[in-house]
């Protein structure tokens, strides 16, 4: 079996970015080091493109201008370089060939998860958005990957198709 695919949720982007009022520095200090570590090893990290509208919502929302703009400019050339070089991460489904199909497709499937199951469990698009990339990924790899699920949320992670040993779901607040 070849190595793990991680799909990132938007509460480890929070807690990596230390967004205030969403990060504690114990919980960003370990995602911190979880992501230096992915990076360096090359491990492949998977960001659905909601998640990135999320965390931008969260950096428009920050109070003091100055950590804004510098988060805002942080996103934006993380986001360029995951497109140019697929690094820090590959955005979903922005890779596949035809986009306007996939992306169709994409946001049916959404749309029906959430009107036929996921709504009546309180369960958002972003975070369907999450889960589905997580099978998506699990059925493509024909089971040569390991598929997890960074989030701090516990209905996220008991999605992920293959449990991660050592999961980290963040500090409870």
Known sequence: MKGP??????????????????????????INRRFADAIQTHLRLYVPFPVLFELANHIAGIQNGDVRRKQAKKLAKAVETSIVDASPWIITPLKDRNILLAFEKYLQDISHGFATEFAIQGIGWVDISVISEAKRLKAKSNNLHTIHIWTTDDQVKSREPDPEPNPYLGERK
């Open 5 to 30: 695919l991680y799909i990132v949720d938007t509460g480890y982007l929070l807690e990596e970015y230390r967004i205030p009022g969403h990060f504690n520095d114990t919980a960003h200090g370990k």
